[in-house]
Protein backbone atom coordinates (compact mmCIF):
# COMPACT_ATOMS: atom_id res chain seq x y z
CA UNK A 1 0.00 0.00 0.00
CA UNK A 2 1.17 3.82 -0.63
CA UNK A 3 2.12 5.35 2.08
CA UNK A 4 0.13 8.37 1.94
CA UNK A 5 -2.00 8.01 5.36
CA UNK A 6 -2.05 12.02 5.60
CA UNK A 7 -4.36 12.29 2.61
CA UNK A 8 -6.54 9.83 2.45
CA UNK A 9 -9.25 8.46 4.91
CA UNK A 10 -8.57 5.89 6.72
CA UNK A 11 -11.20 2.22 6.78
CA UNK A 12 -10.63 -1.11 8.72
CA UNK A 13 -12.88 -3.68 8.62
CA UNK A 14 -12.79 -7.36 10.11
CA UNK A 15 -13.88 -10.58 8.96
CA UNK A 16 -14.22 -13.73 10.89
CA UNK A 17 -12.32 -17.06 9.71
CA UNK A 18 -15.62 -19.43 11.01
CA UNK A 19 -15.78 -20.67 8.03
CA UNK A 20 -16.46 -20.40 3.91
CA UNK A 21 -17.98 -16.31 3.84
CA UNK A 22 -21.42 -16.09 2.65
CA UNK A 23 -23.20 -13.81 -0.41
CA UNK A 24 -24.24 -11.81 3.11
CA UNK A 25 -20.75 -11.03 3.67
CA UNK A 26 -19.73 -10.10 0.71
CA UNK A 27 -22.88 -8.13 -0.45
CA UNK A 28 -23.13 -6.52 3.37
CA UNK A 29 -18.72 -6.13 3.35
CA UNK A 30 -16.33 -7.90 1.24
CA UNK A 31 -17.81 -5.76 -1.99
CA UNK A 32 -17.93 -2.03 -0.42
CA UNK A 33 -14.44 -3.31 0.66
CA UNK A 34 -13.21 -3.69 -2.84
CA UNK A 35 -14.63 -0.40 -4.00
CA UNK A 36 -13.40 1.70 -1.00
CA UNK A 37 -9.53 0.59 -1.54
CA UNK A 38 -9.73 2.83 -4.34
CA UNK A 39 -9.99 5.61 -2.91
CA UNK A 40 -8.84 5.20 0.85
CA UNK A 41 -6.48 3.50 2.91
CA UNK A 42 -7.65 0.37 3.58
CA UNK A 43 -6.69 -2.46 6.25
CA UNK A 44 -8.68 -5.62 6.18
CA UNK A 45 -7.94 -8.30 8.99
CA UNK A 46 -8.93 -11.58 9.43
CA UNK A 47 -9.72 -11.90 13.07
CA UNK A 48 -8.90 -15.09 14.26
CA UNK A 49 -8.61 -14.13 18.06
CA UNK A 50 -12.57 -13.23 17.98
CA UNK A 51 -13.11 -16.58 16.18
CA UNK A 52 -12.43 -18.17 19.72
CA UNK A 53 -14.53 -17.09 21.24
CA UNK A 54 -16.63 -19.69 20.00
CA UNK A 55 -14.47 -23.25 20.86
CA UNK A 56 -13.07 -24.19 17.43
CA UNK A 57 -11.36 -27.12 16.10
CA UNK A 58 -7.03 -25.69 15.77
CA UNK A 59 -6.53 -27.56 12.42
CA UNK A 60 -10.09 -26.52 10.99
CA UNK A 61 -9.19 -22.96 12.01
CA UNK A 62 -5.48 -22.71 10.72
CA UNK A 63 -6.99 -23.87 7.10
CA UNK A 64 -10.43 -21.71 7.32
CA UNK A 65 -7.78 -18.88 8.14
CA UNK A 66 -5.78 -19.32 5.08
CA UNK A 67 -9.02 -20.19 3.20
CA UNK A 68 -10.10 -16.67 4.03
CA UNK A 69 -7.26 -14.72 2.71
CA UNK A 70 -8.02 -16.29 -0.27
CA UNK A 71 -11.61 -15.82 -0.70
CA UNK A 72 -10.64 -12.29 0.07
CA UNK A 73 -7.81 -11.48 -2.82
CA UNK A 74 -10.44 -14.00 -5.04
CA UNK A 75 -13.10 -11.31 -4.01
CA UNK A 76 -11.43 -8.53 -5.32
CA UNK A 77 -9.09 -7.78 -1.72
CA UNK A 78 -5.65 -5.99 -3.91
CA UNK A 79 -2.87 -6.28 -1.88
CA UNK A 80 -1.00 -3.69 -3.50
CA UNK A 81 -3.67 -1.22 -2.67
CA UNK A 82 -5.16 -2.46 0.60
CA UNK A 83 -3.79 -3.82 4.12
CA UNK A 84 -4.84 -7.91 4.61
CA UNK A 85 -2.99 -9.51 7.47
CA UNK A 86 -4.14 -12.25 10.20
CA UNK A 87 -4.78 -9.87 13.16
CA UNK A 88 -3.10 -12.72 15.91
CA UNK A 89 0.01 -11.47 13.66
CA UNK A 90 -0.07 -8.19 15.62
CA UNK A 91 -0.22 -8.51 19.32
CA UNK A 92 -1.56 -4.52 19.36
CA UNK A 93 -4.81 -5.71 19.05
CA UNK A 94 -5.02 -7.77 22.83
CA UNK A 95 -3.12 -5.39 24.33
CA UNK A 96 -5.10 -2.43 23.46
CA UNK A 97 -8.43 -4.28 24.14
CA UNK A 98 -6.97 -4.38 27.52
CA UNK A 99 -6.35 -1.07 28.08
CA UNK A 100 -9.65 -0.35 26.75
CA UNK A 101 -11.63 -3.15 28.84
CA UNK A 102 -10.60 -1.20 32.05
CA UNK A 103 -12.58 2.21 29.93
CA UNK A 104 -15.93 -0.20 29.50
CA UNK A 105 -18.51 -0.53 31.37
CA UNK A 106 -20.19 -4.39 32.54
CA UNK A 107 -23.18 -2.92 31.43
CA UNK A 108 -22.56 -1.63 28.28
CA UNK A 109 -21.65 -5.17 27.04
CA UNK A 110 -24.43 -6.80 28.73
CA UNK A 111 -26.85 -4.63 26.42
CA UNK A 112 -25.02 -5.90 23.06
CA UNK A 113 -27.57 -8.07 21.60
CA UNK A 114 -24.93 -10.36 19.72
CA UNK A 115 -23.76 -11.19 22.78
CA UNK A 116 -26.99 -12.23 23.83
CA UNK A 117 -27.62 -14.35 21.17
CA UNK A 118 -24.62 -15.77 21.11
CA UNK A 119 -24.91 -16.99 24.88
CA UNK A 120 -28.15 -18.62 23.73
CA UNK A 121 -26.69 -20.56 21.19
CA UNK A 122 -23.64 -22.04 22.69
CA UNK A 123 -25.18 -21.82 26.28
CA UNK A 124 -22.60 -24.79 27.37
CA UNK A 125 -19.68 -21.94 26.39
CA UNK A 126 -20.74 -18.40 27.92
CA UNK A 127 -16.61 -17.67 28.14
CA UNK A 128 -15.06 -13.64 29.09
CA UNK A 129 -13.88 -13.53 25.76
CA UNK A 130 -17.61 -13.81 24.18
CA UNK A 131 -18.61 -10.59 26.85
CA UNK A 132 -15.43 -8.31 26.10
CA UNK A 133 -15.60 -9.43 22.50
CA UNK A 134 -16.59 -6.15 21.39
CA UNK A 135 -13.71 -4.55 23.13
CA UNK A 136 -11.55 -6.08 21.07
CA UNK A 137 -13.60 -5.24 18.01
CA UNK A 138 -12.80 -1.00 19.46
CA UNK A 139 -8.85 -1.76 19.68
CA UNK A 140 -8.79 -3.31 16.21
CA UNK A 141 -10.72 -0.15 14.90
CA UNK A 142 -9.29 2.14 17.16
CA UNK A 143 -5.44 1.38 16.78
CA UNK A 144 -5.34 2.81 13.18
CA UNK A 145 -7.00 5.63 13.82
CA UNK A 146 -9.63 4.47 11.56
CA UNK A 147 -12.44 7.34 10.42
CA UNK A 148 -14.69 4.86 8.50
CA UNK A 149 -15.76 1.07 9.40
CA UNK A 150 -17.62 -0.86 6.62
CA UNK A 151 -19.99 -3.27 7.88
CA UNK A 152 -23.16 -5.46 7.50
CA UNK A 153 -25.87 -3.62 10.10
CA UNK A 154 -25.31 -6.43 12.50
CA UNK A 155 -22.00 -4.84 13.63
CA UNK A 156 -24.08 -1.48 14.19
CA UNK A 157 -23.90 -1.26 17.63
CA UNK A 158 -20.25 -2.32 18.29
CA UNK A 159 -19.58 0.20 16.50
CA UNK A 160 -21.24 2.81 18.65
CA UNK A 161 -19.82 1.03 21.42
CA UNK A 162 -16.03 1.61 19.65
CA UNK A 163 -17.33 5.21 19.67
CA UNK A 164 -18.32 5.17 22.79
CA UNK A 165 -14.82 3.93 24.14
CA UNK A 166 -12.99 6.46 22.13
CA UNK A 167 -14.85 9.48 23.22
CA UNK A 168 -14.93 8.46 26.79
CA UNK A 169 -11.18 7.69 26.78
CA UNK A 170 -10.58 11.36 24.64
CA UNK A 171 -12.56 12.88 27.67
CA UNK A 172 -10.24 11.36 29.92
CA UNK A 173 -6.77 12.19 27.88
CA UNK A 174 -7.61 14.58 25.54
CA UNK A 175 -7.51 13.83 21.60
CA UNK A 176 -5.95 10.21 21.65
CA UNK A 177 -8.25 7.89 19.47
CA UNK A 178 -9.75 9.01 15.88
CA UNK A 179 -13.93 8.75 16.22
CA UNK A 180 -14.99 5.93 13.63
CA UNK A 181 -18.08 6.08 11.68
CA UNK A 182 -20.15 3.27 10.20
CA UNK A 183 -20.03 2.68 6.61
CA UNK A 184 -23.17 0.79 6.53
CA UNK A 185 -24.70 -0.16 2.51
CA UNK A 186 -28.14 0.94 1.61
CA UNK A 187 -28.88 -2.23 0.02
CA UNK A 188 -27.81 -5.59 1.59
CA UNK A 189 -27.12 -4.42 4.99
CA UNK A 190 -28.62 -7.10 6.18
CA UNK A 191 -28.84 -9.84 3.59
CA UNK A 192 -31.64 -12.55 5.30
CA UNK A 193 -31.41 -16.11 5.61
CA UNK A 194 -33.01 -17.70 2.07
CA UNK A 195 -35.12 -20.67 3.77
CA UNK A 196 -36.25 -18.06 6.54
CA UNK A 197 -36.28 -14.62 5.54
CA UNK A 198 -36.78 -13.12 8.62
CA UNK A 199 -33.31 -14.37 10.32
CA UNK A 200 -30.01 -13.05 9.13
CA UNK A 201 -28.25 -15.08 6.51
CA UNK A 202 -25.30 -16.67 8.23
CA UNK A 203 -22.13 -19.18 7.57
CA UNK A 204 -23.03 -21.02 10.92
CA UNK A 205 -26.67 -21.58 9.58
CA UNK A 206 -27.32 -25.63 10.32
CA UNK A 207 -29.75 -25.13 7.35
CA UNK A 208 -27.22 -25.22 4.39
CA UNK A 209 -30.09 -23.81 1.91
CA UNK A 210 -30.44 -20.99 4.02
CA UNK A 211 -27.04 -19.41 3.03
CA UNK A 212 -25.08 -18.86 -0.21
CA UNK A 213 -21.50 -19.82 0.28
CA UNK A 214 -19.61 -18.11 -1.85
CA UNK A 215 -17.83 -21.07 -3.06
CA UNK A 216 -21.28 -23.08 -3.87
CA UNK A 217 -21.17 -24.05 -7.48
CA UNK A 218 -23.29 -23.18 -9.75
CA UNK A 219 -26.07 -25.34 -9.66
CA UNK A 220 -26.14 -25.30 -6.05
CA UNK A 221 -26.73 -21.26 -6.28
CA UNK A 222 -29.82 -21.84 -8.06
CA UNK A 223 -31.55 -24.65 -6.26
CA UNK A 224 -31.32 -22.79 -3.29
CA UNK A 225 -32.38 -19.74 -5.35
CA UNK A 226 -35.20 -21.86 -6.19
CA UNK A 227 -36.52 -23.27 -3.40
CA UNK A 228 -36.06 -19.57 -0.90
CA UNK A 229 -39.22 -19.28 0.84
CA UNK A 230 -41.23 -16.18 -0.53
CA UNK A 231 -45.15 -15.24 0.25
CA UNK A 232 -48.67 -16.59 -1.41
CA UNK A 233 -48.30 -12.98 -3.34
CA UNK A 234 -47.38 -13.63 -6.93
CA UNK A 235 -46.60 -9.88 -8.06
CA UNK A 236 -42.44 -9.17 -7.68
CA UNK A 237 -42.77 -6.11 -5.77
CA UNK A 238 -41.15 -4.32 -2.63
CA UNK A 239 -43.62 -4.00 0.40
CA UNK A 240 -43.99 -4.14 3.72
CA UNK A 241 -45.03 -7.80 4.92
CA UNK A 242 -42.72 -9.73 1.82
CA UNK A 243 -39.50 -10.29 3.61
CA UNK A 244 -38.87 -13.01 1.04
CA UNK A 245 -38.94 -11.37 -1.81
CA UNK A 246 -37.71 -8.03 -0.28
CA UNK A 247 -34.76 -10.03 0.45
CA UNK A 248 -34.37 -11.53 -2.99
CA UNK A 249 -34.92 -8.43 -4.68
CA UNK A 250 -32.62 -6.29 -2.54
CA UNK A 251 -29.91 -9.14 -3.21
CA UNK A 252 -30.90 -9.06 -7.37
CA UNK A 253 -30.57 -4.77 -6.80
CA UNK A 254 -27.11 -5.43 -5.44
CA UNK A 255 -25.79 -7.57 -7.63
CA UNK A 256 -26.72 -6.68 -10.78
CA UNK A 257 -27.38 -2.59 -9.84
CA UNK A 258 -30.45 -2.09 -10.84
CA UNK A 259 -32.89 -0.64 -8.87
CA UNK A 260 -35.98 -1.96 -7.19
CA UNK A 261 -38.81 0.21 -9.82
CA UNK A 262 -36.68 -1.36 -12.44
CA UNK A 263 -36.51 -5.02 -10.99
CA UNK A 264 -40.75 -4.34 -10.68
CA UNK A 265 -40.63 -3.73 -14.43
CA UNK A 266 -38.58 -6.10 -15.45
CA UNK A 267 -41.09 -9.10 -13.61
CA UNK A 268 -43.89 -7.39 -14.94
CA UNK A 269 -46.69 -9.83 -15.58
CA UNK A 270 -44.38 -12.46 -14.62
CA UNK A 271 -44.14 -15.32 -11.75
CA UNK A 272 -41.82 -16.16 -8.90
CA UNK A 273 -40.52 -19.18 -10.02
CA UNK A 274 -38.89 -16.85 -13.25
CA UNK A 275 -37.74 -14.19 -10.84
CA UNK A 276 -36.48 -16.65 -8.33
CA UNK A 277 -34.34 -18.59 -11.27
CA UNK A 278 -32.79 -14.71 -13.04
CA UNK A 279 -31.59 -14.23 -9.34
CA UNK A 280 -29.72 -17.27 -9.24
CA UNK A 281 -28.29 -16.85 -12.11
CA UNK A 282 -27.10 -13.15 -11.59
CA UNK A 283 -25.89 -14.47 -8.35
CA UNK A 284 -24.09 -17.65 -10.12
CA UNK A 285 -22.65 -15.17 -12.86
CA UNK A 286 -21.01 -12.91 -9.90
CA UNK A 287 -19.44 -15.55 -7.94
CA UNK A 288 -18.26 -18.12 -10.94
CA UNK A 289 -15.23 -15.75 -11.29
CA UNK A 290 -14.58 -15.45 -7.19
CA UNK A 291 -14.39 -19.34 -7.12
CA UNK A 292 -12.09 -20.20 -9.91
CA UNK A 293 -9.61 -17.75 -8.49
CA UNK A 294 -10.16 -19.26 -5.34
CA UNK A 295 -9.28 -22.26 -6.44
CA UNK A 296 -5.89 -21.12 -7.91
CA UNK A 297 -4.99 -18.75 -4.97
CA UNK A 298 -6.18 -21.48 -2.18
CA UNK A 299 -2.98 -23.86 -3.79
CA UNK A 300 -0.62 -21.00 -2.95
CA UNK A 301 0.09 -20.91 0.92
CA UNK A 302 3.78 -19.57 0.29
CA UNK A 303 1.85 -16.30 -1.85
CA UNK A 304 -0.74 -16.21 0.74
CA UNK A 305 1.68 -15.67 3.67
CA UNK A 306 3.52 -13.22 2.14
CA UNK A 307 0.89 -11.04 1.66
CA UNK A 308 -0.06 -11.81 5.54
CA UNK A 309 3.58 -11.39 6.45
CA UNK A 310 4.18 -7.95 4.46
CA UNK A 311 0.29 -6.89 5.69
CA UNK A 312 0.89 -7.66 9.34
CA UNK A 313 4.25 -5.57 9.44
CA UNK A 314 2.78 -2.79 7.76
CA UNK A 315 0.14 -2.76 10.65
CA UNK A 316 2.80 -3.34 13.28
CA UNK A 317 4.00 -0.49 12.65
CA UNK A 318 0.98 1.59 12.31
CA UNK A 319 -0.56 0.47 15.40
CA UNK A 320 2.99 0.70 17.66
CA UNK A 321 2.21 4.53 17.76
CA UNK A 322 -1.17 4.54 18.79
CA UNK A 323 -0.57 1.81 21.76
CA UNK A 324 2.53 3.56 22.45
CA UNK A 325 0.78 6.90 23.21
CA UNK A 326 -2.40 5.07 24.76
CA UNK A 327 0.75 3.40 27.12
CA UNK A 328 2.17 6.89 28.13
CA UNK A 329 -1.42 8.80 28.70
CA UNK A 330 -2.75 5.92 31.14
CA UNK A 331 0.97 6.16 33.10
CA UNK A 332 2.72 2.94 31.97
CA UNK A 333 6.85 3.32 32.29
CA UNK A 334 8.27 3.28 28.76
CA UNK A 335 10.06 0.56 28.22
CA UNK A 336 14.10 1.48 27.36
CA UNK A 337 14.83 -1.65 25.10
P1 LIG B 1 -18.49 -11.33 10.70
O1 LIG B 1 -17.28 -12.16 10.49
O2 LIG B 1 -19.67 -11.96 11.36
O3 LIG B 1 -19.00 -10.73 9.33
C1 LIG B 1 -18.13 -10.01 8.47
C2 LIG B 1 -18.88 -8.87 7.81
O4 LIG B 1 -20.00 -9.37 7.09
C3 LIG B 1 -21.18 -8.68 7.50
N1 LIG B 1 -22.31 -9.60 7.44
C4 LIG B 1 -23.45 -9.35 6.78
N2 LIG B 1 -23.84 -8.28 6.06
C5 LIG B 1 -25.09 -8.33 5.50
N3 LIG B 1 -25.91 -9.40 5.64
C6 LIG B 1 -25.55 -10.49 6.34
N4 LIG B 1 -26.37 -11.53 6.46
C7 LIG B 1 -24.26 -10.49 6.97
N5 LIG B 1 -23.59 -11.39 7.73
C8 LIG B 1 -22.40 -10.82 8.02
C9 LIG B 1 -20.90 -8.22 8.92
O5 LIG B 1 -21.71 -7.12 9.28
C10 LIG B 1 -19.43 -7.86 8.84
O6 LIG B 1 -19.26 -6.57 8.33
N6 LIG B 1 -17.25 -8.61 14.69
C11 LIG B 1 -17.13 -8.72 13.26
C12 LIG B 1 -15.69 -8.79 12.77
C13 LIG B 1 -14.82 -7.69 13.28
C14 LIG B 1 -14.80 -6.36 12.82
C15 LIG B 1 -13.75 -5.71 13.57
C16 LIG B 1 -15.53 -5.65 11.87
C17 LIG B 1 -13.86 -7.82 14.22
N7 LIG B 1 -13.21 -6.64 14.39
C18 LIG B 1 -13.49 -4.37 13.38
C19 LIG B 1 -15.25 -4.30 11.69
C20 LIG B 1 -14.23 -3.67 12.44
C21 LIG B 1 -17.84 -9.96 12.80
O7 LIG B 1 -18.06 -10.88 13.55
O8 LIG B 1 -18.10 -9.98 11.47
Redesign the pocket.
Known amino acids: MEQNTERKKVI ?5 P ?1 GVF ?1 L ?2 Y ?4 KNWKELQEDYNCIF ?1 V ?1 DL ?1 AITVRQDPAALRKQTLDSVALLLASGIDPQKSVLFMQSHNSAHAELSWVLSCYTQFGELSRMTQFKDKSQRHADNINAGLFT ?1 PV ?2 AA ?2 LLYKTDL ?7 KQ ?2 ELARNIAERFNGVYGNVFTVPEPYIPKI ?5 SLADPEK ?3 KSDENINGFISLLDDRDTIIRKFKRAVTDSDTCVRYAEGKSGINNLMSIYSSVSGKDFAAIEKEFEGKGYGDFKLCVGECVADALAPIREEFAKLSKDKAYLMSVCSEGAQFARRLSRRTLEKVYHKVGFVKAEN
Not at 12 to 16: L, M, T
Not at 188 to 192: L, N
Open positions: FSGIQTTGNLGAISVHYLMDIVPVGVDQHLSAKVMKMS
